[in-house]
């Protein structure tokens, strides 16, 4: 009876730490693999055809509005003027 207390936990100390030196031994974790599939979605999107035109898209107009902004810096108030009426 004494030997089978002895052996029980021993048996389990020794699983939990041949599973925990597989874990130290192996890199490819799940936060290995997840972190290789992220990075291969980032070069994907950026590599995109698509977001290219709609990131020159959205810098035309960012640009457009600038250029009007410092073109016409008393727009504000003209138009203001034109709402009173």
Request: glycine share 4%; proline share 5%.
């Amino acid at each position: 009876m004494r030997s089978t207390l002895i052996l029980v936990p021993a048996t389990l100390a020794v699983l939990s730490a041949t599973s925990l030196l597989q874990l130290l031994i192996n890199p490819t974790n799940r936060q290995a693999k997840k972190t290789g599939i992220e990075w291969t979605r980032l070069v994907t999107a950026i590599a995109n055809p698509d977001l290219h035109a709609v990131v020159a898209f959205c810098l035309i107009g960012i640009l457009l509005a600038l250029n009007l902004i410092l073109r016409f810096p008393d727009l504000g108030a003209i138009i203001e003027q034109y709402n009173q009426f």
